[in-house]
């Protein structure tokens, strides 16, 4: 039979295994939940024989937000990795970013931008000359996000007229896709060839994010949005600065040199 002493220890010892060794156990469980549900849904895939990087956030558990400026310092936040040190700062990890819509010279929103219910930039329905930039590439659009957390890609004339205030929005062009036609100034065989990025709400609630890994022209990249991913009304966002960022992870559709500075940044945060 065990020695007092013997019995002793083994109770000391198992006090020590439930008191340090099982909590660390039920926090490895739990992180790794925490982890699974947080992950987002991003691919590479393969279309009419290019590749890209494709991301599909759920509204119901993905906060989509807008930056452009730190609400401390006034500055731009001008990159992801900029705005994803604020967030660490703050006791938020970066899990998602991206280029928000086409902006001008001053590194400033060319067209409508809300935050946070906040509009900073008012709508722009000037009719500028198409060779001066795509915005100009009509019908140009705005990317929105109400109140009730629904999404949705609408003209920027149609969103006008709709009087509907967003929670967070960003007005870029051209549209890709309007009701399931690809926009009429698209030529199948361009040869202006660029990094593109876009955006849809394939529902209400489901958002996708998409930037190529090659060079394409605007008709394949709107096919892009209307065949593979099956949605009806997409908005290209800007070209050769394209990004997209996922837990860690960047995807860039052009090479690093060729980035610049942002206006906008969309991007999910999750508690640290």
């Known amino acids: 039979m065990p020695s007092l002493a013997l019995r002793t220890f083994a109770r000391f010892l198992h006090r020590l295994l439930l008191r340090w060794l099982l909590p660390s156990v039920m926090l490895a469980g739990v992180i790794g939940c925490v982890d699974k549900a947080q992950a ?76 946070d219910g906040k509009t900073l930039v008012p709508l722009n329905l000037a009719h500028g000359n198409p060779a001066s930039g795509n915005f100009s590439l009509l019908p140009n659009g705005v990317f929105a996000i109400y109140p009730d957390g629904h999404a949705a890609v609408r003209t920027s004339a149609a969103f006008k007229a709709e ?15 309007i009701d399931g036609k690809l926009n009429e100034q698209f030529v199948d065989d361009s040869s202006s060839l660029k990094w593109r990025s ?44 394209s990004q997209l960022y996922v837990d860690g992870e960047g995807y860039s559709g052009a090479p690093g040199f060729m980035v610049k500075p942002y206006a906008g940044i969309f991007a999910v945060f999750v508690a640290r």
């Not at 899990?95 to 409508?112: K, Q």
């Not at 849809?200 to 605007?218: Q, W």
């Open 40 to 115: 987002l849904d991003s691919d590479e895939l393969t279309f009419e024989g290019q590749n890209y990087r494709v991301v599909q956030l759920d509204l119901k558990h993905d906060r989509l937000g807008l930056h452009w400026r730190n609400p401390q310092s006034g500055q731009p936040f001008g990159s992801i990795e900029t705005l994803r040190q604020w967030g660490e700062a703050h006791g938020q990890r970066l899990v998602f970013a991206a280029n928000a819509g086409i902006y001008d010279s001053r590194f400033a929103p060319l067209g409508l931008h809300v935050e």
């Open 163 to 177: 009087g509907k205030p967003a929670q967070q929005a960003t007005q870029s062009g051209p549209m890709l896709l």
């Open 198 to 241: 876009g955006v849809c709400a394939r529902t209400p609630t489901e958002v996708v994010f998409a930037v190529s890994e090659t060079p394409v022209n605007f008709h394949t990249f709107g096919q892009l949005f209307r065949d593979k991913l099956g949605c009806r009304d997409a908005l290209y966002l800007d070209g050769s600065i």
